[in-house]
């Protein structure tokens, strides 16, 4: 398994505001198993994953996490190689939605411990859905490391170019292809060791094959988003746009709803007017009185007490 640490969008940019976690599946169970494995893999919640680490010291377990999960299944040889990015903000929601809990130091999951994490929920997983494909999975392969790599991103927004590329196609992009003499085309790529751009002759059958693997089956999603970022969880998405001092993402209704000026101005609220003290009466006359001066306290003569 490689989660191509070359291809991380660069996490140098100012601000660290995300982290983007890597994890892939290991050759011994990858192949002949797409469509399980691809269940396997994805419909596991990453929250799933990133609990039993929690952030860090200083970041309370509790928080509320947000994260976009995109799935890759090609290699730049266009070869079945699935792993799944996932782009988690740095930080989380308290449990009562009243403060953001920041991530300090770069640092939000030890990847050595998430990676026997992984790799023990992905098999108890495929033994209880799959146990016949389970028993054709090599013993070897649970005993190694599976690995999950996580660095900081930024402020997310090359990560988010990064893996958009991933969304709008699937496999490549539209491009043109030498065929040669013998019938074979020439695919070119990129090597990811030494940087410079090669080329593949492939059979067309074999281009073909090597294409069609990478089709989702109907209904299934490439990016899924949980937490605070699921579009159910919205409220909780603004809340956390405002504790950031963001604006919040409104629809058309909600922002004429709330730009919307009253027709009429509300009536101002009648309060009951208060009557003034009457003043006191006279006991005998039953005429006011009225005040016209004070006495000053005085001091009384305290008795001498016994020594």
Known sequence: MNPHPGRVPDSNAAGHAANQIASGTPAGVRWNFHAPIRG????????????????NRTLDRSAQLGMLGVLHTWSRTLIFHPHIHYLIPGGGLSPDGRCWKPTPHKFLLPVKPLGAHVRTLFKERLLREHPDLFLQVPAKVWKRHWNVDSRPAGSGENALRYLSRYVFKTATSNRLMQRLADGRVLWPYRDSATGRSTVIALQPLEWMSRFLQHTLPKGFARVRTFGWLHPAAKVRANRVRALLDQKPLLTPAEQQAWLAAPESDPAPLQTPAVKPCASPLCPRCQG????????????LPQPNRPP
Do not use: I, Y
Request: charged share 10%; hydrophobic share 40%.
């Open 288 to 299: 006011p009185l009225f005040k016209v001066g004070s006495f000053p306290r005085l001091a």
């Open 40 to 55: 396997c893999r994805c419909a596991q919640p990453p929250a799933t994953l990133c609990h039993p680490f929690g952030m």
